[in-house]
């Protein structure tokens, strides 16, 4: 008599877990972040997680004749200094801002957000925090976290790595987006001041780190009370809140850049007529601490930062000068720390023209 092959070892009793990838593990993933999915509905969304795909209600959320505007991205090599000092709980936000600031530069209401979180082998207490970030940085965005994907791929990735994508989708009236077709010479220019390093330019800071002999653990040289890895891992900023009251409150903001990799350099002029440059006086730029230990300890010269760093500014906001004030007015009351920059140009010898210095330190 044969026996059943499904209650034999060996070959024919082989599991997905034998393979690598753990069913339950996924489950429990799942009952422990619902909470955290929860608390970010907004109005238009209101479903549940677990279905095929997130639903979003145009209509609920109050809009009449909407654009849609997605973005996505990721958290880059900010993720290898997640994984070794075991830091996960803010690349979560991270993650969303990329996305979201993206959106906003275009005068767009973040609507919902999707994650993507693959790993080798997953650890669910891993996994949930990098969600609770996410969800942090949903609820700070005001956008939905209607759904993601956790991709179990053993032998893609070493033990303890993950990577992380995002994608969001945001919404404006027709009408509304940004930039205006109206930018033009004598506008000025706003920055409003970043959290550190944000998510740029971590190929370079973790080269600078390896240089300097120092561990994650080491006192930051920067920073008073916080390890190094503590310090670079601050998350980088939402600008979402502030940005979306000034443009319900005043009428004079034409354009804003999302200074992310590449600089101001390479950033602005993605928003500017060809007809303009953006001339900024960089001493009006009060330079974190971090980017001067990063200059000084890299030996990294000023034109190298300003294209792969943020240097203090990750948003500037293009503004009629005749409303500068208002605009500027707006911002503060929510808490934005406004640098006056420079002004809008005719087109000169570079789309990005830079008078004085960036204060680097000795």
């Known amino acids: 008599m044969s026996e059943d092959p499904s209650t034999e070892t060996g070959q024919n009793g082989l599991t997905y ?4 990838v753990d069913i339950d593990a996924g489950n429990a993933l799942v009952k422990k972040i619902a909470p955290l999915v929860k608390a970010t509905l907004r109005p238009g969304a209101d479903s549940e997680i677990g279905g095929f795909g997130g639903l979003f209600d145009l209509k609920g959320a109050g809009f009449t004749d909407p654009i849609l505007v997605a ?4 958290v880059g090599t900010k993720l290898k200094i997640a994984i070794e000092t075991g ?21 767009a209401e973040p609507l919902f957000f999707l994650d993507y979180f693959a790993t080798g082998a997953l650890d669910v207490e891993t996994a949930a925090d990098v969600v609770a970030g996410i969800a942090a940085g949903c609820r700070e965005a005001g956008a939905a976290l209607i759904g993601g994907e956790t991709a179990e791929m053993p ?27 109206d930018v033009d010479e004598g506008d000025m220019l706003l920055g409003l001041t ?11 800071v973790r080269k600078i780190v390896e240089l300097s002999g120092l561990e994650w653990s080491s006192d930051a040289p920067f920073e008073t009370g916080r390890t190094l890895g503590e310090s670079l891992m601050e998350p980088t900023k939402i600008y979402v809140r502030p ?31 060809k007809s303009t440059c953006a001339r900024i006086d960089l001493g009006r730029i009060t330079v974190p601490d971090v980017f001067k230990w990063l200059a000084k300890t890299g030996g990294v010269a000023q034109s190298e930062m300003l294209r792969t760093f943020n240097c203090g500014i990750g948003m500037v906001v293009v503004v009629d000068k005749e409303q500068a004030d208002a605009v500027s007015a707006a911002l503060r009351q929510v808490g ?3 640098v006056d920059l420079g002004r809008i140009e005719a087109a000169g010898e570079a789309p990005v023209l830079f008078d004085g210095t960036l204060d680097l330190g000795a």
């Open 155 to 181: 032998g893609m990735y070493a033990a303890g790595d993950y990577d992380l994508a995002g994608f969001s989708v945001g919404a404006a009236e027709r009408g509304n987006l940004l930039p205006r077709p």
């Open 87 to 107: 830091q996960h709980k803010t690349v979560g936000i991270d993650l969303v801002a990329m996305c979201v600031n993206d959106l906003i530069v275009q005068g």
């Open 336 to 338: 934005e720390e406004v």
């Open 194 to 204: 970043s959290s550190g390093v944000h998510s740029n330019g971590y190929s370079m």
């Open 17 to 20: 877990a034998d393979a690598g």
């Open 243 to 273: 940005v979306l009251t000034a443009l319900k409150t005043t009428s004079g903001i034409k354009a804003l850049a999302h200074i992310t990799g590449g600089g101001l350099p390479e950033n602005l002029p993605r928003v500017l007529p």
């Open 71 to 74: 973005a996505n991205d990721g």
